[in-house]
Structure formats: structure tokens, C-alpha cells
């Protein structure tokens, strides 16, 4: 039976971090990879896809960004291309084309299976994305069968849809992107916007991630939040790469019509809640507090004087009264996209993990009743830059150093 | 914080939300000791709201938090079943009669029912023994909408001193009279105007207000279709 101390699933941002953390402490590693490297960058991604964060801010352990557009947003082929390089420069341990079908106790530690042969092992991490598969509520199984129905994994772009109109369902970064896209690709949008983020791209000339970066909130802690489990699951800001401004006044000017969440389907028409204008109000208000809290931070350090006037977005208006249904056979609309988020794939893990929804139980990435086990990259793991690229580094040194610390301990003992 | 004095006010009845005997007798079936005093969750503390005011809306927030703690550790404890009993008087005048309820996993009685009248006015041809239904669906909208900002002010630490909910619902009656059938029986159109004397700035109370409707049952009924079967015993 092959050997590792340590085997990470998943080569792409967090696993090669990961690796080149443990590199550094002399643990013996392989990153096993079930395509190429950076794979879902390279094949789950939507093409016009630019990272919401500025290249500047994609800082790995021994790979700062050294390009020429430091606040420019890189495509997914782009960073695909760099961690190529970065797992290529530091002659990381990845084995590509491998596939992880389990991972079980085994006589190490862990046994993982794989289409390639088993390996064991004392420490599995799993660097498999909090991204892997579309998330999809219970009611997308109610819609007629006729009807086409897209996911963020089967849109690449505008021309993959049916002639017609487009329900996007989902109000964060995904869904407002897309539904622009398509709004401007000639299909008239109804976008379906439930509880959202509401962030702008710049404030007072500065990039929104260089504000979250500099006032210290990208690193507060997992263990300094009150209710995690509900800062967990927010969604994402409603931001795009790239200059222009994406929320829901922008995309109401392309003519894209918003409705309320969608709450059921009833005899052919899909019912949008009432409740959008209390969506809207919570968002803005919640936005307000975030800039309020950016302003105080710039008097306080001084530098409020060298920054552009406090201009603040205009609150959200709904252009037209939004409608409370839809009546999916009548031909408004050819299909329908699901952008209501993402999660994670763990179910290879053969392990008893899990709560009673599924969900991974850990504390900061290290997996609760299952030594030697760890996570990477999930939604606010350890900080709330986890799943960011930028969150990879410090999220990689903390639990390799608390592997190492738990093999020197074995080894002593 | 919001803090209670030595003895913990778990006998106050806890407005539009958990009774408060119900909570203390969950906490004590799981074990759970009510928390005297709980963090403001991070979300609900505006950065311009000093935490130690004491501010007492008469709601005992502390029993409240420990409800959801409670039932976050034991959720079957939160499936609740409320009811009420209608008899038809005369005309179109009825009277509701509202008890116990399950919750917490028993039958829990009530030491008072309620009664509500409803009927139409004169204008219908009516007696007028009580309000219209449409217009106890929307004081119960402008209730349970209430109850949510009181609650939420006592959690984000703001004395309230005075709350005024005015409620209008818009109904075209081609609708129920069957005159044309693209109008709906229901309101077209629900407004809530509150006007609150609290000490807080415009900013937090339009906070407090968005929190209790993101929060409110009523409001969530309202604005969200529900599966109703209705049969004949």
C-alpha cells in the first residue's frame, strides 16, 4: 500500500497553498487532482467570469502577483494559467487525473480511494472547494419539464439559452452578472432577487476589497463573529470584476425587471414574494453601516482628507411595481437560470463528519471528531477571507502548523 | 447589553412571541440554563448604539435568545401548531375563539381564551359586530410588525417611548363581487406607515423596522403564498 503523511484533495487555490505550507515544515504530501490544475477555474465557470477581487489581492504563500495590472480582475483562464505556474515554481507534489471516489479510516489514519489505486495516510485535507456543485432549492423540481433549466455549471454564455426571456433566480454576484449578460445578449430579464449583499465596487476611490483589506476585516476571526453559522451563509457581495457598478439600480437601467424571491410554483406560474422592498430597504441599510463603519475607520487613521468625497450609492428604487407572478407556458420566457449559490461536494468523504443537514461540522477547518482531518476554503473557516484566494495563505499556515504540531506530538509520545 | 435586575423577568409575558413560562419550562426539559444576559448578535448592534443603555421595552430579550439557543440544540422543540375555532353567529357575523396551542413538543393550555368578532358594516347590508376579516388580517400585520420592533429595540439597546403602526390595504371589490374576474379578491396594495418616538437615529430605527419584518410571521404570510386545504367534517 502506498504511503503519504498527508494527502490534500484538490489542486487548486487552497490545496497548493496548503502545500506549499506544508512543504515549508517538511511534511511529506501529495495533492491529488481529478482533472488539471486550478480545474474548476478552467471548466465550471461561466466565460466572461472575472475574479471579484483585484489582482493585487491574490496573494499566495511565495506567489504575490507580479503582473503589470495590479487592480485589474483577472479571468478564470488567467488564474488558471497562474497557479499552473505557481504549483509549477515551487515543484509541488500534484498528481493530476486522479479521482477521489472515498476516503475511509484505514490503518494510518485514512484510506483514500482513488480511480488510480488506495493510498493511506495520517492527514486528509480537503481543499475540494466550498464552490463544487450548483445549489439548487427544492422547487426547482417543480417547474414544467418542457421549460430549459440552467445551472452556473452549464452556462458559458448568452447564445447556450433558448431564444426568449430568462428568469434568473438569485440577487448576488452571480445572478446580477448574469442577468445583465443576458439582458444585454438582445433576452429580456426578470430577475428574481431574495435577502442580498449590497456592496459598491469603489467607495471614495477605493476599491471595496482594498477597504475590506485595510480596515482589517477580510482577517477577523471565525472566533470573534457571534453566530458564525449565520454569517456562514450570507450571500455574497453583489460586486463584478471590472470598473462598472453592478447592483440593482444598474441593472434595472439595462431593462432588466426585478421581482421579489421566488417562493412557489402554483399551477404553472412561478409566486415571487411581496417582500422585495424590505430586501431592498435591509441591504441598503446594511450597506450604509458597512460605509459608515469605513468612513469612521478613515477619520480615525487620518486619511479621510486624502480620500474622495463620502458619496454615497443611491438607495435601490424599483422602476416599475414588481409583479407577484409569472406564468411559465405563456412564451415570456424560454428558460430559466439558477443562480441561487453554491456549496460544497464532501460526499466522497466516508467518514461520520457530518450534521443533520450534511454539512461538514469543524472548527476553523479542523474536523471535529475526525483527527488528522481537515478543510480548507470554505465560507468563513477561519477568517472572512476564507474562501478568497487571498484567504488561502493564512487559513494553509494555520492548520499545518497545527498538523505539525499534532505529528511531533505522536512522534514524542 | 441588556440586562435584567436579580430576578430574571420571566414572568412578564413576552409580547407577540414566546410565553414565557413556555420558554423557561423548554430550558429546563433540555437542561438549559436561561442565559441572564446574552451577546447582542453581531448583525443587530449598530456601531453609533451605546450597549449598556437600559432601555426596557418590557420584553424580556434574554428569554428570548435563550428560546433560540434552546431550540437551535433540540428543533422539534419549535414545531408549533396554532389554532383557532370559529362559530358562525348570524349573517355575516362570526366570533373566534382562540386557546391553547402545541409547541415545545406538548399541548400547552392557556389560562385565558380570546375571543374575536368579525362582520361587515352597514354599507354591506350588514349587523357591523365587529371588525371586517380583511381588517383583522391587517392589524394583525400591523401586531405582529409591532411587537417585532419593540423586540428588536430592546435587543439593539433603544428605549422606545412611543409606536404608531397605520395600516391601509387597497381592495378593488370587482374582485369578491365576481364583476371581472382579472381582479383579485385580496389586496392589491398593503402600506405600513410607523411612527416611532424612540431614542435612536433615523438610521437605526429604519433598521429596527426592515429587522422586524425580515422577522415577522404576519408579514411573511402576507407576502408569501401558503398551501391552504380547506375540508368539510
Known amino acids: 500500500m502506498n504511503y503519504r503523511t498527508t494527502v490534500i484533495i484538490g489542486a487548486g487555490q487552497a490545496g497548493l497553498a496548503m502545500s506549499y505550507e506544508l512543504a515549508a515544515r517538511g511534511i511529506d504530501h501529495v495533492v491529488l487532482e481529478r482533472g488539471q490544475i486550478a480545474n474548476a477555474w478552467r471548466q465550471d465557470r461561466w466565460d466572461s467570469l472575472r475574479l471579484l477581487t483585484p489582482n493585487w489581492q491574490s496573494r499566495l504563500p511565495g506567489g504575490a502577483y507580479m503582473g503589470d495590472d495590479p487592480d485589474g480582475f483577472s479571468s478564470a483562464t488567467d488564474l488558471a494559467a497562474r497557479l499552473q505556474g505557481y504549483a509549477g515554481e515551487h515543484k509541488m507534489p500534484v498528481e493530476t487525473g486522479i479521482a477521489v471516489g472515498s476516503v475511509v479510516p484505514g490503518p494510518a489514519g485514512y484510506r483514500v480511494h482513488t480511480d488510480a489505486g488506495a493510498l493511506d495516510c495520517r492527514n486528509v485535507v480537503i481543499a475540494t472547494g466550498a464552490c463544487a456543485r450548483p445549489s439548487l432549492p427544492a422547487l426547482a423540481r417543480e417547474l414544467p419539464r418542457a421549460l430549459p433549466q440552467f445551472t452556473t455549471f452549464d452556462y458559458k454564455r448568452a447564445s447556450d439559452l433558448p431564444k426568449g426571456g430568462v428568469l434568473v433566480v438569485g440577487g448576488s454576484a452571480t445572478g446580477l452578472q448574469l442577468a445583465r449578460e443576458l439582458q444585454r445578449s438582445g433576452r429580456q430579464v426578470i430577475l428574481s432577487v431574495g435577502e442580498h449583499v449590497r456592496a459598491p465596487r469603489t467607495y471614495r476611490g477605493r476599491d471595496i476589497q482594498w477597504w475590506m483589506d485595510a480596515t482589517g476585516r477580510m482577517d477577523d476571526s471565525y472566533t470573534a463573529i457571534d453566530d458564525i453559522a449565520r454569517v456562514r451563509r450570507l450571500p455574497s457581495f453583489q460586486l463584478a470584476g471590472g470598473a462598472d457598478a453592478l447592483d440593482l439600480n444598474a441593472v434595472q437601467s439595462d431593462g432588466v425587471e426585478i421581482v421579489g424571491r421566488l417562493a412557489m410554483i402554483r399551477e404553472g406560474s412561478a409566486l415571487f414574494s411581496g417582500g422585495l422592498r424590505n430586501h431592498c430597504a435591509l441591504a441598503d441599510l446594511k450597506l450604509g453601516r458597512l460605509l459608515d463603519g469605513f468612513d469612521a475607520w478613515a477619520e480615525a487613521e487620518g486619511i479621510a482628507s486624502a480620500l474622495s468625497p463620502a458619496n454615497r450609492p443611491s438607495p435601490t428604487a424599483l422602476v416599475c411595481e414588481p409583479r407577484l407572478s409569472l406564468r411559465l407556458g405563456s412564451g415570456e420566457i424560454g428558460s430559466v437560470l439558477w443562480a441561487t449559490g453554491f456549496r460544497p461536494d464532501h460526499s466522497f468523504l466516508d467518514l461520520p463528519v457530518f450534521d443533520r443537514r450534511g454539512r461538514l461540522v469543524h472548527d476553523g477547518g479542523i474536523i471535529t471528531g475526525a483527527p488528522g482531518l481537515y478543510a480548507m476554503g470554505l465560507p468563513f473557516m477561519r477568517r472572512r477571507k476564507s474562501t478568497l484566494i487571498d484567504g488561502a495563505g493564512s487559513d494553509a499556515r494555520d492548520l499545518a502548523a497545527h498538523m505539525l504540531a499534532q505529528l511531533t506530538h505522536a512522534h514524542a509520545a | ?233
Open chain 2, 1 to 233: 447589553m441588556t440586562t435584567h435586575g436579580a430576578t430574571p423577568a420571566l414572568d412578564r409575558p413576552v409580547p407577540n412571541g414566546w410565553p414565557a413560562r413556555a420558554v423557561r419550562s423548554l430550558a429546563r426539559a433540555i437542561g438549559l440554563g436561561i442565559p441572564h444576559a446574552h451577546p447582542i448578535p453581531e448583525k443587530e448592534t449598530p456601531m453609533n448604539i451605546q450597549n449598556d443603555i437600559q432601555a426596557d421595552n418590557g420584553v424580556n430579550v434574554d428569554a428570548l435568545l435563550g428560546a433560540r439557543d434552546a431550540i437551535s440544540g433540540m428543533p422539534e422543540a419549535g414545531l408549533f401548531q396554532w389554532r383557532a375555532t370559529c362559530e358562525w353567529q348570524s349573517g355575516t357575523h362570526s366570533r373566534s375563539t382562540i386557546g391553547g396551542f402545541f409547541g415545545l413538543g406538548e399541548e400547552q393550555p392557556r389560562n385565558a381564551s380570546f375571543t374575536i368578532d368579525a362582520d361587515h358594516p352597514e354599507q354591506f347590508a350588514a349587523g357591523n359586530a365587529g371588525a371586517t376579516p380583511v381588517e383583522i388580517v391587517l392589524s394583525a400585520l400591523a401586531s405582529c410588525l409591532a411587537a417585532g420592533v419593540a423586540s428588536v429595540a430592546q435587543n439593539r439597546g433603544i428605549q422606545l417611548r412611543k409606536v404608531t403602526a397605520h395600516v391601509e390595504g387597497d381592495m378593488d371589490m370587482a374582485g369578491i363581487l365576481g364583476v371581472d374576474a382579472e381582479v383579485r379578491n385580496g389586496f392589491n396594495d398593503i402600506r405600513v406607515r410607523f411612527e416611532i418616538d424612540a431614542d435612536a437615529s433615523d438610521a437605526d430605527i429604519a433598521a429596527v423596522v426592515a429587522q422586524s419584518q425580515k422577522r415577522s410571521a404576519v408579514f411573511d404570510i402576507i407576502t408569501n403564498p401558503s398551501n391552504v386545504s380547506v375540508s368539510v367534517a
